[in-house]
């Protein structure tokens, strides 16, 4: 693909921008959008439902009526929950056109795949329907955002080689994650020569907020926030070609965009520290669970046990975040946290000694709404 660069660009989620009287609030939006393209980038992502549906409509407004059309470039997404059928399709896709203002979509994406919804896209004929766009030439590029796990990913871009590129969920905390498997991701990506587009680099904002001993490890280093420390982590690998940030003050754009635009990958002492920040991250969460998946095999329930306590560890520390769809992802098909019969098998193997039974109990209070 001709449209990314050899080097990783920065892109503008347009996700969080600051709100006023339940709207882009547009002075701010127009700023935030001014410095970002000021500062040589272009790519700005959307969805029907960003922003309780008016983040099209913000780009429309603080985008697309004030900068002339080439100088900019919008991936919008065809999601599930605004098509039901086939017929929907069509109707809806030249809805988000009329909505941002545009004539084509230089990016245009099948919104969050996975397992929960791959029938259904396979049903409505969604990939045909890209293809038909792509061809008609009203979107330039297609790809998916995806949400599942690596041999899903792997299936999908075998059955389907027309998607040119790949949305992953990919930070350092998550590379190793046993649900999220953000390394993993990158490398069916990879394999499949396909270009990804980062999301959720900074983990939902969170890698720019870190607990003080992390936090002063990134900062002995002298290179940045803690922020910057989190994109150049995604911008080392080298097939990954734009990384996506929720930007919501000047003083972000001005710091992502250093981040990126030095082009600098880590260094080996910056990863060393990187390591050592997701340690301190793990040390952390509620259940000190190494995925190392001894006590998986054994279950007779066959519940997923290590990506359970990872969405379990997740919700715990960050609050409603993504950690409900992870969790269903892990226990489609398989045993839920509340399935647990109790008999004891993974904890005499867990060489970490958790309790596991108890962990369970908490995740299923959590999660299947069942009281522990
Ligand atoms: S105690 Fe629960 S989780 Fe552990 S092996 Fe038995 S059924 Fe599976
Ligand atoms: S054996 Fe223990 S540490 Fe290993 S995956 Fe299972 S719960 Fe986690």
């Known amino acids: ?3 990314f ?14 709100m006023k009287d339940g709207k882009a609030d547009p002075e701010a939006s127009n700023a935030l959008i001014d410095r970002f393209l000021e500062k040589g980038y ?51 896709f030249e809805s988000q056109l009329e909505q941002v203002g545009v004539e084509y979509f230089d990016f245009y994406l099948i919104h969050t795949l996975m397992a929960k919804n791959y029938q259904k896209f396979l049903d409505i004929g969604a990939f045909e329907a890209l293809k038909r766009l792509k061809a008609e030439g009203r979107v330039r590029h297609i790809g998916f955002s995806f949400h599942d796990t690596a ?30 498997q953000s390394r993993k991701l990158y490398e069916v990506c990879e394999a499949y020569g396909k270009p990804v ?16 001993k992390a936090a002063k490890l990134l900062s002995a280093l002298g290179g940045g926030s803690p922020a910057s420390y989190g994109l150049r982590f995604a911008a080392s690998f080298p097939n990954i070609k734009m990384i996506l940030s929720g930007m919501t003050t000047l003083q ?3 710091d ?26 793990q040390a952390e969460q509620a259940v000190k669970c190494t995925a190392c998946r001894y006590c998986v095999k054994g279950c007779p329930m066959n519940i997923p046990i290590p990506e359970i306590f990872s969405a379990y560890n997740t919700q715990k520390r960050y609050g409603g975040w993504n950690s409900r769809m992870y969790y269903s992802n892990s226990v489609r098909g398989k045993g839920r946290a509340s399935a647990c019969i ?7 193997i867990c060489p970490q000694h958790l309790s596991i039974r108890e962990h369970l109990a908490g995740a299923a209070e959590m999660f299947d709404q069942k009281k522990a």
Request: proline share 5%.
């Open 1 to 3: 693909m001709t449209e």
């Open 5 to 18: 660069t050899q080097q990783a660009q920065l892109g503008f989620g347009y996700l969080r921008v600051p």
């Open 42 to 92: 272009t790519y700005f992502d959307t969805a029907r439902g960003y922003m309780d549906e008016k983040s099209e409509e913000g780009l429309r407004e603080c985008l697309v009526k004030r900068h002339p059309r080439e100088s900019f470039r919008i991936a919008d997404k065809l999601t599930i929950d605004y098509v039901a059928s086939e017929a929907d399709i069509l109707p809806f």
């Open 151 to 180: 041999d899903l990913l792997e299936e999908i871009l075998k059955n389907h080689p027309e998607m040119e590129f790949v949305q992953i969920q990919f930070n350092y905390e998550d590379f190793e994650d046993p649900a999220i």
């Open 197 to 212: 587009i980062v999301m959720e680099p900074l983990k939902g904002g969170n890698l720019a907020r870190l607990p003080e």
């Open 252 to 254: 972000d754009v001005d």
């Open 256 to 281: 992502n965009a250093a981040a990126i635009s030095a082009g600098k990958p880590l260094t080996k002492a910056e990863f060393d520290a990187i390591g050592k920040v997701r340690e301190i991250l």
């Open 342 to 348: 109790g008999c004891g098998a993974c904890e005499d």
